[in-house]
């Protein structure tokens, strides 16, 4: 059996988001429609309820003394993506990562377009489009 690793699984989900970013913004060129990449840092958000709730009482407390008070606010933690979002020199931009309203150079691995095609073709199998 695989055992289901949280952080291993989280790390994987959001490079499929930016693998998938980039096909789309390859399918898309030359449509006028632009694809941002846009990664808000940590923040301070219920999304993290689930961690402290199932991290046990020792790390539940190393958490709330050393992590959570370091968190962006969420307020902070849009302004990325309401720079991608709303900003008007970027409209000759598409497919790229962002990180506190700048360009961000992704991991290498999110970067490689043979395993990003594989991600859309992967994808559009699953949710039966072919």
Known sequence: ???YKKRYAYARSKLCVLMFSTELAR???GTGVNVYTANPGSSSTNLGR???QSSGIL?????SLFYWPWLRSPNNA???LLHCALEESLEDQTGLY???CSIAVPSFDAENVGDALELWKLTERAVGLS
């Not at 790390?59 to 958490?63: G, K, S």
């Open 50 to 52: 689930y961690t402290r």
């Open 1 to 3: 059996a695989i055992k």
């Open 78 to 80: 849009a302004q990325t």
């Open 98 to 100: 962002y990180e506190d």
């Open 27 to 29: 399918r898309l060129e």
């Open 59 to 63: 790390m539940a407390c190393l958490l």
